[in-house]
């Protein structure tokens, strides 16, 4: 009773937002990117309490953790998201009927956007921000590895709510139990659209346990083939940028595809992963061309379970291809449809890929670290969606807007 009592004042917050100007919005997303630069240092120190609880080892310390620098990019993106036009309102569609009655199609939000996620604070600030801006009001269910730093920020969103004259039900952090989890799944009329962020297990959950639509985000099984044309100084460098600039992320790298004719090029393509202490996990081909040059204690055998595995840690999988039809096909079998990468110089091959590649980010001689709502000047994202409908890859202010039809006349009927 008490998660409904909480999820009916959050309705109630989410329609008094459609009275609320863009600019006070705007104003209150400034007010608290603010708020987050001067409680900084308390938002670290929450967040090390949890941190302390978790094992560095664990593949989501790194998600978990914040930093300064991390700090200064979350305030950096709600400042983005704050200075973005309102995606609310805009005409889609207007016409005039043939009796005279005007017909337009606008922009407007869902109502309320219910977010499941794990050990990944920084959610909490962008899922706020982007749900704010596009008249939303949220729930957010994080876990218990990030209890302490999400109670911080709400507290602080609360803060900067309260002073703007905006109801703090705008946003809702619920317990960390799986009983508030299993009471949003059935939140028919208290919440319109579930949204999880976090590992496959996670997202196959809420799919399989929510009776409230979902949109199905983050999980990234994503690779990069080396076709026989590409270029190997452009090659070394993003495959080592997509493993290692963070590998605990989405959009990282899991498995290097090398076409058979450019084995010989592989111990230069992955020289510098040594250096990070990446994990190779070699097939039968590529042992061979790569055992003499890469650390003994770094250099594995793959077995089946090495591909189609999101790693999200500082390990990697490399398969040999006889050409790109194969690699098409290794991709086919074990994509998660993510982010998916081609080294090439030949326009034709990287024009195919491009066609044939069933995934919500293709790059050709790009790292797929770029996958991000910032990079791809969103201002921030509430997840990258992998699936087709409504929204795919990153999704930000547009993609937390439905519509619907306005129709005014002057007294118009219909024939019988």
Same mark, same amino acid.
């Given at each position: 009773?008490?998660?409904?009592?909480?999820?009916?004042?959050?309705?109630?917050?989410?329609?008094?937002?459609?009275?609320?100007?863009?600019?006070?919005?705007?104003?209150?997303?400034?007010?608290?990117? #603010?708020?987050?630069?001067?409680?900084?240092?308390?938002? =670290?120190?929450?967040?090390?309490?949890?941190?302390?609880?978790?094992?560095?080892?664990?593949?989501?310390?790194? @998600?978990?953790?914040?930093?300064?620098? @991390?700090?200064?990019?979350?305030?950096?993106?709600?400042?983005?998201?704050?200075?973005?036009?309102?995606?609310?309102?805009?005409?889609?569609?207007?016409?005039?009927?043939?009796?005279?009655?005007?017909?337009?199609?606008?922009?407007?939000?869902? #109502?309320?956007?219910?977010?499941?996620?794990?050990?990944?604070?920084?959610?909490?600030?962008?899922?706020?921000?982007?749900? =704010?801006?596009?008249?939303?009001?949220?729930?957010?269910?994080?876990?218990?590895?990030?209890?302490?730093?999400?109670?911080?920020?709400?507290?602080?969103?609360?803060?900067?709510?309260?002073?703007?004259?905006?109801?703090?039900?705008?946003?809702?952090?619920? #317990?960390?139990?799986?009983?508030?989890?299993?009471?949003?799944?059935?939140?028919?009329?208290?919440?319109?659209?579930?949204?999880?962020?976090?590992?496959?297990?996670?997202?196959?959950?809420?799919?399989?346990?929510?009776?409230?639509?979902?949109?199905?985000?983050?999980?990234?099984?994503?690779?990069?083939?080396?076709?026989?044309?590409?270029?190997?100084?452009?090659?070394?460098?993003?495959?080592?940028?997509?493993?290692?600039?963070?590998?605990?992320?989405?959009?990282?790298?899991?498995?290097?595809?090398?076409?058979?004719?450019?084995?010989?090029?592989?111990?230069?393509?992955?020289?510098?992963?040594?250096?990070?202490?990446?994990?190779?996990?070699?097939?039968?081909?590529?042992?061979?061309?790569?055992?003499?040059?890469?650390?003994?204690?770094?250099?594995?055998?793959?077995?089946?379970?090495?591909?189609?595995?999101?790693?999200?840690?500082?390990?990697?999988?490399?398969?040999?291809?006889?050409?790109?039809?194969?690699?098409?096909?290794?991709?086919?079998?074990?994509?998660?449809?993510?982010?998916?990468?081609?080294?090439?110089?030949?326009?034709?091959?990287?024009? =195919?890929?491009?066609?044939?590649?069933?995934?919500?980010?293709?790059?050709?001689?790009?790292?797929?670290?770029?996958?991000?709502?910032?990079?791809?000047?969103?201002?921030?994202?509430?997840?990258?969606?992998?699936?087709?409908?409504?929204? @795919?890859?990153?999704?930000?202010?547009?993609?937390?807007?439905?519509?619907?039809?306005?129709?005014?006349?002057?007294?118009?009927?219909?024939?019988?």
């Amino acid at each position: 009773m008490e998660t409904k009592n909480k999820l009916q004042k959050v309705l109630e917050a989410s329609r008094n937002l459609n009275l609320v100007p863009d600019e006070k919005i705007r104003q209150v997303l400034i007010d608290l990117a #603010g708020e987050a630069e001067k409680q900084a240092d308390f938002i =670290l120190s929450e967040n090390e309490k949890d941190l302390d609880r978790m094992a560095p080892a664990d593949p989501k310390y790194d @998600r978990l953790k914040l930093t300064p620098e @991390r700090i200064k990019g979350i305030v950096g993106d709600i400042r983005n998201v704050a200075n973005f036009e309102s995606p609310v309102g805009k005409v889609l569609s207007e016409k005039e009927h043939q009796n005279g009655m005007s017909i337009k199609k606008i922009t407007v939000p869902f #109502g309320v956007i219910g977010i499941i996620y794990e050990a990944r604070p920084n959610v909490t600030f962008d899922v706020f921000a982007l749900c =704010l801006k596009s008249g939303n009001a949220c729930v957010l269910k994080g876990g218990s590895d990030a209890i302490y730093s999400n109670q911080a920020i709400v507290s602080i969103i609360h803060s900067v709510l309260e002073k703007s004259g905006i109801d703090k039900n705008t946003v809702c952090l619920l #317990g960390a139990g799986r009983e508030e989890a299993q009471f949003m799944f059935n939140a028919h009329g208290l919440i319109d659209l579930i949204i999880p962020r976090g590992s496959q297990g996670l997202i196959d959950f809420v799919r399989k346990n929510s009776t409230i639509p979902v949109i199905e985000t983050g999980a990234g099984i994503c690779h990069t083939y080396f076709e026989k044309s590409g270029d190997t100084a452009k090659g070394k460098e993003i495959i080592y940028n997509a493993k290692t600039r963070r590998p605990s992320v989405c959009n990282a790298l899991d498995c290097l595809i090398v076409d058979e004719s450019r084995l010989t090029d592989l111990p230069e393509l992955t020289s510098k992963l040594a250096g990070d202490n990446v994990v190779i996990y070699a097939d039968e081909k590529s042992f061979p061309a790569i055992k003499d040059f890469y650390p003994k204690e770094l250099l594995k055998p793959a077995t089946e379970e090495s591909f189609g595995t999101e790693f999200l840690s500082l390990k990697m999988a490399v398969k040999t291809v006889g050409g790109f039809d194969e690699a098409l096909e290794h991709i086919v079998r074990y994509s998660s449809k993510h982010s998916e990468a081609i080294i090439t110089e030949d326009a034709e091959k990287s024009n =195919l890929f491009e066609k044939l590649v069933d995934a919500a980010s293709v790059y050709t001689n790009v790292s797929t670290a770029f996958t991000d709502g910032a990079q791809f000047g969103l201002g921030a994202e509430i997840g990258i969606s992998t699936q087709k409908l409504h929204a @795919r890859g990153p999704m930000a202010l547009e993609e937390l807007t439905s519509y619907k039809w306005l129709i005014e006349g002057e007294g118009q009927i219909r024939p019988k």
